[in-house]
């Protein structure tokens, strides 16, 4: 069969699937019967009896099938992807443990954050097809298993459970279009200090991707109980990811997570992460001018005197620089990266910065 008819062939089986279930009651069958047969559309390749996790290994095997002598160019082929990805994401929700709809909403989320970061066309699709596709491997998992909150498995089942990240890499080996989503998947549960599963790698050296999906995941999880096994509210949800920022979760990811839960627009998300980073380069400089403060012989003054930023200069001998009540810088002298900053601090805030300088010194 040549590849277009190959292409033919796996659109109209999905499309047969569509037609013939229109007319069926879905009262009728279990409901996740009704749904392998919308996705699959071949009663006689699979059968209502068999169990989800053979449903899906032989779906993920005629898809490779059917595509394996495509150009990856070809713009068909990514049409096959897309449908292919929300069909296994819809038979994967069949499984008894696994909630309708919770794949769904972490790829909305994801792409929410991913669009704050400069990356390309590409790597946001793998976050949406890893956001898809993050329960994939829990369908070799019994229905107890996921249904029992994490924080009381024992330890052993709790990696048995944490293994489902490793399990969805394995199904979808040799498809290299997946490649990137694949990694994104098996990523999910490391922790930024390191001390997550399966390879505890640390802050940014765990995928961009990874490190989104594991926030909002996350925070689905202690919204509905499953990881506690008790139903949060989404500010208690919210404040478990960030009492954990640094230790399992990436701390600006976190932050970013909690403006889109606001409803920002994307200027509005942008904007926001500009301001967290010149924040933390403040809040940097000025730690240090306390420890070199330290370590040094204690500045002395006869006078400190407050002045306008215009009146600022090269060489001046700074007591303090605020914006409101959060410290820019201590116990320095300023050159030309403190100028530029306190400026675009000073527009991005909106307000004038309170500046105190020595006079005189001895």
Sequence with gaps: MNSAKQVNSIRNRHNMGMKSSVNRKSAELPRWSVVTRNTFGDNNLLNEFMKIEEKVKQYIEEFKHATEHLDPADERLKKLDIDFVRKLSRIIETHPGIKDGQSKYIAEKALLIAAVYDISAEQKVDILYAGLLIQLGKISLPEKLLTTPFYSLSMVDKYRFLGHAVDGEVLLHGLTQFKGAVTLIRHQY???????FPD???EHNIPLGSRILSVVSDYIAYLEGSMTGKVMFADAALSQ???QKESHYDPEIVDIFMHVLRGETLEELKETIAQAKL??????RWRKGLVLNARNKPLRTTTI????????RLGMKVDSIYF?????IRNCIVDQSIIDNVTLLTKRYGKNPI???????K
């Design 200 to 202: 505890g790698l640390v």
């Design 324 to 328: 409101g009540s959060e410290p820019y």
């Design 279 to 284: 924040l933390a380069v403040a809040t940097e």
């Design 190 to 196: 490391e922790h930024y200090n390191g001390q997550g």
């Design 355 to 361: 500046i105190k300088i020595f006079l005189s010194m």
């Design 305 to 312: 005197v407050e002045i306008a930023l215009s009146q600022l």
């Design 241 to 243: 990811l960030i009492i």
